[in-house]
């Protein structure tokens, strides 16, 4: 008898250890309760795989993709449910190009503000202010990262003041003005802000801007505009905290090749504008000179140029060779199909000198027919590229699980509609870091 009852004992207890092994088993491989969870949905994983139903996200991290059953069964008492009601879900849009403060102060001010430069006399209250108001319209079009082109020292104080109040609920990656005539020095500085705010999913810089002008044009441009009163305010390349210069740059060929190869060797990231085809030309020229006197192949290399020309006038094949990033404006959405699905091309608003939305760019990719493909292209153009560009690849730009819950739930599927309909599609939710910080419809407050 005590032996039939030690065998029964054993048996209850190996059942019992089996049980738990299964639970702790399940929990590791992520069936644990979550926080959040989507469903009923045309789930967005990259253009050849087949759309998911759900998402299941655990604090600011996906957890799992799959069908409405295989999430849904994740719910638990305190899991918060968003119904997709059959619209599109794709990663949160990384806004790629924006001049923040400024477009966040054209939102109080009116058209006025994007003909004026936002220079140090606007106080440091209205410029957290308008970062503020800059957030705020970022939810309200799905936008979950900005690359702020514009940034300064200053600006960088505030984005961490936001963050220190839980308040900075866009991603920011802080691209620095600098300006002809960079010394060592200058770039000493420039090394300790990095240092101050380096990589971080949240906040962080890594990457140095300037504007390159093919000196006639750029010559001409500013006698006329001198003329009227009007310098270029974006010629001026200029260090974080320091006021503002509407003198020409002076950028010869020889100082920009300098310049880029100076941050090259330091390891930043180096944005180029080229707002002609000849200051692309001088560009592409300046890189090449920096892979030849630095070292070849240097990892962290991720440098691009942005693009205003023509794209018929851009020599692609050097593009490629050198390894380097395009950055189209939003008018060139259509030109997409002309590329093969890439992390190097990318698109962005350049906000506030057009519409901070990116739905209307994403469209025009497919405004002549019905083609998936494009229009995946430009979707992977505002989230997956964006976030190779800032170095972020590996934490966000595509639903899978481990990656950054961020993400943007549509009022349609996008892929069943015929392009002359997609315009009817509106940003119906906006998850930031696993929370719902935008619903269509409702205050800030009620989507608290």
């Known amino acids: ?19 738990a092994g299964l639970i702790v088993g399940a929990q590791n491989d992520g069936d644990a ?38 999430v849904r069964r994740l719910r638990r008492r305190q899991t918060h449910l968003v119904d997709a009601r059959g619209g599109t879900v794709l990663p949160g849009f990384n806004e790629a190009h924006a001049r923040v403060v400024e477009g966040g102060l054209s939102l109080d001010e009116g058209a006025q503000t994007l003909l004026e430069p936002v220079v140090p006399q606007h ?83 890594g990457g140095v801007r300037l504007t390159v002008n093919d000196l006639p044009t750029f010559a ?23 006021a503002g210069s509407n003198a020409p740059s002076g950028l010869t060929p020889a100082e920009l090749n300098r310049i880029i190869a100076l941050m090259d060797r330091r390891g930043w990231q180096v944005v180029a504008h080229a707002p002609s085809d000849d200051a692309a030309s001088m560009a592409l020229d300046a890189f090449l000179h920096a892979v030849e006197v630095n070292r070849p192949g240097a990892p962290g290399r991720r440098h691009r140029i942005e693009l ?34 890439s992390d190097h091309v990318l698109l962005s608003s350049r906000w506030p000198r057009d519409s901070l939305d990116p739905l209307p760019t994403i469209f025009a990719a497919a405004d002549t027919e019905s083609d998936a493909y494009a229009l995946a292209a430009a979707i992977d153009a505002y989230t997956r590229a964006p976030a190779y560009a800032s170095f972020d690849d590996k934490r966000k730009g595509i639903i899978a699980p481990d990656m950054l819950a961020d993400l943007v739930v549509l009022s349609t599927d996008i892929f069943s509609l015929p392009p002359d309909q997609l315009a009817e599609s509106v940003v119906e939710v906006t998850i930031f870091d696993g929370r719902v910080v935008y619903t269509r419809g409702k205050s800030d407050s009620q989507t608290e």
């Open 308 to 341: 205003d020309v023509p794209l018929a006038d851009v020599d692609w094949r050097r593009f490629e060779s050198l390894g380097l990033l395009a950055d189209l404006p939003s008018s060139a959405a259509s030109f997409l199909e002309l590329f093969d699905a």
């Open 1 to 19: 008898m005590a032996a039939r009852l030690t065998a029964y004992l054993v048996s209850l207890i190996v059942a019992a250890t089996l049980i």
């Open 220 to 242: 001409r441009q500013n006698r006329e505009r001198a003329a009227v009163g009007t310098p270029d305010r974006h010629a001026s390349l200029e260090l974080p905290g320091q």
């Open 33 to 70: 309760p979550v926080d959040l969870i989507v469903y009923n949905g045309k789930v967005y994983r990259g253009p050849d795989e087949p759309p998911a139903e759900a998402v299941a996200v655990r604090g600011d991290r996906i957890l799992r993709v799959g069908s409405n059953w295989e």
């Open 123 to 205: 106080s440091r209250a209205r410029r957290l202010q308008a970062i503020r108001n800059a957030i705020a319209e970022a939810h309200r079009f799905g936008i979950t990262s900005i690359q702020d082109t514009a940034a300064g020292a200053e600006d960088l104080e505030l984005y961490e003041q936001l963050r220190a109040k839980d308040e900075l609920t866009v991603r920011v990656y802080a691209v620095l003005a600098v300006r002809a005539g960079l010394t060592d020095e200058d770039a000493a500085r420039l090394d300790a802000v990095r240092k101050q705010y380096p990589d971080d999913p949240l906040l962080k810089t």
